[in-house]
């Protein structure tokens, strides 16, 4: 599997690499982010160096694909977005993104999960996209909701942060029912 690269009308979504951690470590190591990330806040910049050969390996071993959200007017780095327990022959992945405070409530995190959706069922033909999100983080539900995606159900405990088990929704959204909504031409480009 060759990385693909994307673009938005405002973003470039690209390959994280080392001369990333600083923009990752700043990002991570806030409260307000991992508060619902399913990991505890980062505290030196190795901790960033390491997340990003985990991407890098897991991408490698095909089990998942993170993407750098790279503001195209400053080529800043602002979030990161990706799929989570990639399964190319069962057709499946979770999506998972993180975005810097100071580009919320922008339509960031919705464009670029937009172009991944549409990249993950033409591009990689899955079938099935899910997403975990704590029960309390309803600005990423309400995302979620907003693009077409399914609540399932409830995972009780589902994930461990901060020395306490945390419940989570799952969500889904199906291709078929992606496909209803999708634009007929999209403004995104692969290469």
Known sequence: MKFSSLETERLKLIKITQTHAESIFGILSLDEVTKFYGTDRFTSIEDAKKLIEVFQKNFYEKRAIRWGMVLKENNKLIGTLGLNGLQLKNKK???????????????????????????????????????????????????????????????????????????????????????????????????
């Open 93 to 191: 992945a979770e999506i998972g993104y993180e975005l810097h405070p100071s580009y919320w409530r922008m339509g960031y995190t919705s464009e670029a999960i937009k172009e991944v959706l549409r990249y993950t069922y033409l591009n990689l033909e899955l079938h099935r996209i899910g997403a975990v999100v704590y029960l309390e983080n309803q600005a990423s539900i309400n995302l979620l909701e907003k693009l077409g995606f399914s609540k399932e159900g409830v995972l009780r405990d589902y994930l461990y942060q901060n020395n306490r088990y945390h419940t989570t929704h799952m969500l889904s959204l199906l291709k078929d029912e992606w496909a209803l909504t999708a634009p007929i031409s999209h403004s995104g480009q692969s290469t």
